[in-house]
């Protein structure tokens, strides 16, 4: 049974840092892309960054660009979001997935690129 597990969620006040992980077991990805995504109250699930089964591909939405960092260790089965700078609107529900996307430089940034979900963790900045 495939299982992704976040974890490093917090309160931060803005301007801080938080290192989010979300370790897979199960099975291996390691020739899947993965990503995280993000949902706020009353919002839709939207993409925050992606990164390719090799790790040498990353993708990020604007309002996270320069300030959300992306890694994956293979040999861990395990994928990173580095988040500096936080700011009152980073303020969401935070869900790691693994792409269907197999060795490919596709990264994905919606949804329906991505086949597992973990059950998110909550990532809550205040001003």
């Known amino acids: 049974q495939v299982q992704l597990v976040e974890s490093g969620g917090g309160s931060v006040q803005a301007g801080g840092s938080l290192r989010l992980s979300c370790a897979a077991s199960?099975?291996?990805?390691?020739?899947?892309?993965m990503g995280w995504f993000r949902q706020a109250p009353g919002k839709e699930r939207e993409f925050v960054a992606g990164?390719?089964?090799?790790?040498?591909?990353?993708y990020y939405a604007d309002p996270v660009k320069g300030r959300f960092t992306i890694s994956k260790d293979n040999a861990k089965n395990t994928v990173y979001l580095q988040m500096n700078s936080l700011k009152p609107e980073d303020t969401a529900v935070y869900y790691c997935?693994?792409?269907?996307?197999?060795?490919?430089?596709?990264?994905?940034?919606?949804?329906?690129?991505?086949?597992?979900w973990g059950q998110g963790t909550q990532v809550t900045v205040s001003s």
């Open positions: 997935a693994v792409s269907r996307h197999l060795l490919s430089i596709v990264v994905g940034t919606t949804l329906d690129d991505y086949d597992y």
């Open positions: 199960g099975r291996t990805f390691t020739r899947n892309a």
């Open positions: 990164i390719s089964w090799s790790g040498t591909i990353t």
